[in-house]
């Protein structure tokens, strides 16, 4: 891509070097134009980095830099009372495996005896109804083998879940007031 032969250059945005046909980048210590760039056939040979520490948890993706997080409620079917710490614990590990299968996140996790909370980052290419749908299949066919002792009193109809479901965009509110609201579910023991 660059004149010196070499593929991938990592170039840094300076937001207060505005010119009228662009912004200007910094490539090697030298100010370039984006317009420049553009000229010479380079622009979509560069890579735009920015530090991490300004802009949390931004993840990319190969066409895309995204920051996607759904709250997400699932319900035990007839609002049942089963879930103890136990059934809460493998819960997570089920679902944090399930989420890495979607190259998504689990953040945040907790629940009390009838429901539970979850906060995924997750990329674009997911759809959420998929996501959930696997989330809670898959939890509810590993929760009847790892602990039989939920069969009798939460599987009605075959199922451990309730067939809806809450799925919020999490945007408005800062994310570390999320976390607080689901860190403060009143957990069982």
């Given at each position: 891509?660059?004149p010196?032969?070499?593929?991938?250059q990592?170039?840094?945005v300076v937001?207060?070097?505005?010119?009228?046909?662009?912004?200007a980048?910094?490539?090697?210590?030298?100010?370039?134009?984006?317009?420049n760039l553009?000229?010479l056939?380079l622009l979509?040979?560069?890579?735009?980095?920015?530090?991490m520490?300004t802009?949390?948890?931004i993840?990319?993706?190969?066409?895309?830099?995204?920051k996607?997080?759904?709250?997400?409620?699932?319900?035990?079917?007839?609002?049942?009372?089963?879930f103890t710490?136990?059934?809460?614990?493998s819960?997570?590990l089920?679902?944090?495996?399930v989420c890495r299968?979607?190259?998504?996140?689990?953040?945040?996790f907790?629940g009390e005896?009838?429901?539970?909370?979850l906060?995924?980052n997750?990329?674009?290419?997911v759809?959420?109804?998929?996501?959930?749908?696997s989330?809670?299949g898959?939890?509810?066919?590993?929760m009847?083998?790892?602990?039989p002792?939920?069969?009798?009193?939460?599987?009605?109809?075959?199922s451990l879940?309730?067939?809806?479901?809450?799925?919020g965009?999490?945007g408005?509110?800062?994310?570390?007031?999320?976390?607080?609201?689901?860190?403060q579910?009143?957990?069982?023991d």
């Amino acid at each position: 891509f660059l004149p010196n032969g070499s593929g991938r250059q990592f170039v840094e945005v300076v937001p207060n070097k505005i010119h009228a046909a662009g912004h200007a980048v910094k490539l090697g210590g030298v100010f370039v134009l984006h317009s420049n760039l553009e000229g010479l056939g380079l622009l979509h040979g560069f890579e735009y980095t920015w530090s991490m520490e300004t802009k949390q948890a931004i993840r990319t993706g190969r066409h895309c830099v995204f920051k996607l997080h759904a709250h997400l409620v699932f319900v035990t079917r007839y609002r049942g009372k089963v879930f103890t710490g136990a059934h809460l614990n493998s819960l997570e590990l089920l679902f944090d495996r399930v989420c890495r299968d979607f190259e998504a996140e689990l953040q945040e996790f907790n629940g009390e005896t009838d429901h539970v909370h979850l906060l995924v980052n997750f990329p674009p290419k997911v759809a959420v109804s998929r996501l959930v749908n696997s989330l809670k299949g898959v939890s509810s066919r590993r929760m009847k083998l790892l602990h039989p002792e939920l069969v009798q009193p939460a599987y009605r109809k075959n199922s451990l879940w309730s067939p809806s479901y809450f799925a919020g965009s999490v945007g408005g509110a800062p994310l570390s007031m999320v976390k607080q609201y689901i860190e403060q579910q009143s957990r069982p023991d």
